[in-house]
């Protein structure tokens, strides 16, 4: 069985760090590309940043310079360095195999503070 448990979100001020972690299970983690997405109230989920199998990243233009994803592939995690926090980045954040029908996780709440 699939399953993704997110972690490591908070309430943080404007400018602030956070660091996200997401726990992967039921999978071959290593042979897979990972992803965060974000869901703000109100708004449809948006795919943040994914990582490749071999560690190329990709960003969304609204998160580059900001948002550092990375995996370690013998722990099953995939993590989201977050800095220079904007209260627009407030959102549930959940991680994912992209591309997939996968089922979601629980994800963590992410508040920015202005």
């Known amino acids: 069985q699939v399953q993704f448990v997110e972690s490591g979100g908070g309430l943080v001020q404007a400018g602030g760090s956070l660091r996200l972690s997401c726990a992967a299970s039921g999978i071959i983690f290593s042979i897979n590309a990972m992803a965060w997405f974000r869901q703000a109230p109100g708004k449809q989920r948006e795919l943040v940043a994914f990582?490749?199998?071999?560690?190329?990243?990709n960003y969304a233009d609204f998160v580059k310079g900001r948002f550092t994803i990375s995996r370690d592939n013998a722990e099953n995690r995939v993590y989201l360095h977050m800095n220079s926090l904007e209260p627009e980045d407030t959102a549930v954040y959940y991680c994912?195999?992209?591309?997939?029908?996968?089922?979601w996780g629980q994800g963590t709440q992410v508040t920015v503070s202005s």
């Open positions: 990582i490749r199998s071999a560690g190329r990243t």
């Open positions: 994912n195999i992209p591309f997939t029908t996968y089922p």
